[in-house]
């Protein structure tokens, strides 16, 4: 054999790659065909065929392709050469050195991961020592206990050229840390320094555990607040997810794969027991992660920020997945309260309130219909021709046929609910708002009273044993329609029978009461898809969360009007500066 090229070849020709894939896959036989559960993404059904004679496999279900080679790099996240040599051992042969490598070698890639792992053991001390106080203050502040430090092997960079000096010290070159992304060389005078100063820091790992860069949080004040490892040569942010080494390790069986935005978020959830938390690197999730992560979950859960930048970042990431979209494989949005990441919710609210949060979750569909719905009044024929073609043009992007067929029908079917079903007769369709967007302008879909109100009519028409414990509430809620009110009084004429009346029978009653068109407008399928808590399979803990979560909104907003109210009054008595600001502050 003349260089590796051929001896990879001939290698290959004697491995019979359904051995080699039994070891992490159970193969079944039917016929000629081999076929297993794909490793790469969960599933029921067997969509993972073995071709022995063309030494390739394919997975139907999500797609995954390759040879033996990319196999092994896949599930045991070997480099394309270590899988070489572990399969020439497997078949007792050594791998020749020849002049001709067909790689590139090794080019101080060993001295590179040596580098940011002594640097890793050096932050790792300073954080236990007097300089890093400040530091751990930080971190105790945010929740984060000290086992939890460990696991995640966060450290702490003091100011200087601390690192740099005492990995020179340890025979580290210096182009060694430069090409780690530990220090930056000046143009003017050549001149180096340390990257990271005054940070608290977070390892990144690979898929096998290796530190690979970092990113690190100021604590002073100071931009950036994150700073992240440039590119290297064995760090690309685009093909890396924070914590996913911590997740392949830790995932149980029955738990999601959550997507948070950043470093604590990841961290805090892994400390509550949510073992699938990841986050992208400071950049916008890319097509490698999203498909990195189907291989493990077919609906991973995405929980971001509860403010502006998160409801962008989410909708970007459902536009990045629109063209990898397959039969079985989706993204699942739990958009947090406003003001709250996944964090600070779980410091206020407890594991509980984020469950409940991740019960709510919207399915893709779900998540740009109501961002679309929230950008854009819908009054006229023209305006909703505009949402009309926005709608519809995500679904353009969907490459596989049979799903895009039925995104198409969802929609069709819920544009026309939404065009003509919902509307009063004689009056125009208002311009709903989602609440998930809630943007400076119109009033957003939750927040607004008509909306509200039909939520908590919807969850006791369809959860009627709550009508006696919701009573109170229920009489005092102030209602927009007549028709409305004449509905609450039916349904509380019937407060001594709903111990044993289930949702069916209270319709069916309704019904013959004149109620059908208002119960259908009021169940409408809009609706539902706002507040899905409301369904009638429901669990009821999860309905009474969101009854008092509207319940809740709907007093705030009773309360900010009385002191809008109180405060034009006292403006209009002393028209100062500071009452004016009063009035606009609360406008806003």
Known sequence: MQNLTEFINYLKARIVLSEIISTHVKIMRRGRLK??????????????????????????????????????????????????????????????????????????????????????????????????????????????????????????????????????????????????????????????????????????????????????????????????????????????????????????????????????????????????????????????????????????????????????????????????????????????PKGEDPDSLLRSGGKERFENCLKRALPLSDLLWQFELAQKSIKTPEQRAIFEKAVMSYVSNIQDSTLRSQYQQVYRSQLKDLFYKNAYKGRQLTSLKSSLFSSPGPQSFLDSEVISQKILIAVLLNHPELILEYAEDFVELELSHPAWVRLREAMLSKINDTKGLDASVLHHHLYNEGFREVIQEILSSQVKSLAPFIRIESDINEVKEGWKEIWGRIQEKKKLTQALLEVKRRFSEDMSYEAWAEVQNLQQ
Not at 91 to 110: R, Y
Not at 122 to 141: D, H, M, R, V
Not at 231 to 253: C, N, P, W
Not at 305 to 314: E, S
Request: glycine residues 8%.
């Open 35 to 336: 076929l297993g559960l794909c490793p790469f993404h969960s599933e029921k059904t067997p969509s993972f065929h073995i071709r022995d004679e063309q030494g390739t496999y394919h997975c139907f279900g999500c797609g995954a392709h390759g040879d033996v080679f990319s196999f092994l790099q896949a599930v045991e996240g070997v480099s394309f050469m270590e899988a070489v040599e572990k399969l020439a051992s497997l078949n007792g042969m050594t791998v020749p050195a020849f002049k001709d490598k067909m790689i590139e070698p090794n080019s101080g890639q060993d001295q590179i991961y040596q580098a940011l792992e002594a640097a890793t053991i050096l932050f790792e001390k300073q954080l236990k020592l007097s300089k890093g106080f400040k530091a751990i203050q930080y971190l105790e502040s945010r929740g984060i206990l000290p086992e939890t430090i460990s696991q995640f092997r966060l450290g702490y960079a003091v100011s200087g050229n601390f690192l740099k000096e005492n990995l020179s010290r340890d025979g580290f070159p210096e182009e060694i840390l430069q090409r780690a992304g530990l220090i930056i060389k000046r143009e003017e005078d050549g001149s180096t320094y340390d990257r990271f100063r005054d940070r608290i820091m977070f390892p990144i790992f690979d898929r096998k555990g290796r530190v690979i860069a970092f990113g690190g949080r100021i604590l002073e004040s100071g931009e950036p607040k994150y700073l992240n490892s440039p590119e290297t040569s064995v760090f690309h942010k685009g093909q890396v997810l924070y914590a996913y080494s911590f997740m392949q390790r830790d995932l149980k069986k029955e738990q999601p794969i959550l997507v948070a935005e950043g470093y604590l978020d990841v961290i805090s959830l892994h400390q509550a027991g949510f073992k699938g938390a990841v986050a992208p690197l400071g950049t916008a999730l890319t097509e490698e992660q999203i498909l990195l992560l189907w291989r493990l979950r077919p609906e991973p859960v995405f929980c971001f920020d509860g403010d502006t930048a998160g409801q962008k970042a989410a909708i970007r990431a459902a536009e990045r997945a629109m063209p990898l979209l397959k039969t079985g494989l989706s993204l699942r949005f739990a958009l947090l």
